[in-house]
């Protein structure tokens, strides 16, 4: 786009937005920030007008150096996140999680940018994409104005934007109890896409009335006017039609043959892969507006499910976003405007900081395409991209993996996504081959992330940041998890040996 740094514009200041501006301006890029909070036009979920302001939730997550949350922090620390720095100073007591004060955060953020000679923020609404200049990002997440959507809509041409009020949970693939379910497509077509789980016709009342009861989270009142699709419809929703209705729904169980019986089950409940790897399994037809807690217990209800690890519970909440896998490139640019950006909660992340960290990429896509280390259409994105292997490959990943496009559903960091570690080979004598648990396999691919993402720092000649806040949290919460440990370990050894405790 020529030798001289082009001005860059950027739509929304949540937190990518914020993140992404940041970034941009330091690397010496004029940058202007365009927020309609503070024209006189709002959304239904803000309060103030400072930047990057928390709408639900005032955490970001696990800090914990053993999570996948937590190794997004991490990394994110690596590249510089200031919001991730605000976040810190803004830091509050919330266990193993970084829980901010809301005012103290945003009014970090908002300093932050103030302060920057290199960012100018406008106060108004932009009501079409054509009065954006190029290059540009838009970061308005899922709150996006109506005619803001109706004008990305008819750049993409077709239903790209989703109002989707609820979502099913996600089950990690080791967890599935294959002894009771199999792998099958209805009618035994070949394909053995699926993974189902039986139901008795006792089980499947049980489980229905398990379900009516169960606590659920009410929509918010700017929620309540929001259409349900059939498509992905609550199972409560559902439910209201009455108790057989998920039978005659997604629990049919119609051409799906138990091999254990040879015939079909009352009901079943299908699991359909989520990611390439096969890590990961979405329960079809089960968005739920249950609270968490009862998620777990109730979904462990069904057969099969017993022990599931679930990588993401099921929620309830208008959202809009893109196909991303059908509409963008691997760099978050449209498809028909190499130069038109997305970033945050639109593109399909889910999670305040998930979404601050696609700012923070797409800071570094949008410089790598002006200076040509790009392609207009990202066929070379490996070559600038965070490796596959961290946790910020890995949400890339995620959202372009084009076998989601079909069935795209906002996601989060979870070890799903992150390559798996394979078991050890079996021995040549013939014994049974040492399966590693789930601890361990995910301590390796936290290894594998950190390896990776410092070597391709040191490649793109990225120096570590001179602070280390989240590895010391990380270092702190596992203090006190060993020293609860040994406590509890001294507190049975003193009761095994008859002392008092």
Known sequence: MGS???TIHIVGAGLAGSECALQLASKGYQVVLIEMRGSGVSTPAHKGEDFAELVCSNSFGSLAGTSAPGELKWEAEQLGSQVLQAAFEARVPAGQALGMDRDVFAAA???????N???????????????VPRPCVIATGPLTSGPLAESMASHFGDQFLYFFDAIAPIVAQESINMNVAWRADRW???????INCPLSKKEYFFFIEEMKAAKKIEAKDFEKDTPYFESCMPIEAMLERGDLTP????????????????????????????NLAGTAYNMVGFQTKMAYADQKRVFRLIPGLEDADFLKLGSIHRNLYINT???LHRDLSSQKDPYLFFAGQITGVEGYFESTCMGLMVSRFLDAKINGRLAPNAANIEEVAPPRESAFGSLLDAITDPMRADHFQPTNINFGHMPQIADAPAPTDGSRPRRLDKTTKRSMQIGNARSALRSWMSAQGLEAPRTAAVEQAAADLQAIVDAAARAEAETKMAAREGQPV
């Open 325 to 327: 896998p059908k509409r």
């Open 109 to 115: 953020v908002t300093r932050r940018i103030r302060e």
């Open 4 to 6: 001289q740094k082009p």
């Open 188 to 194: 035994d077509k070949g394909t053995r896409d699926y």
């Open 247 to 274: 039978r005659f729904g997604p629990m049919s169980a119609k051409g799906l043959t138990d091999p254990r019986t040879g015939n079909w089950p009352f009901a079943v409940v299908q699991l359909r892969q989520d």
């Open 117 to 131: 000679e290199n960012i100018r923020v406008e106060r108004r609404e932009i009501r079409s994409l054509d009065e």
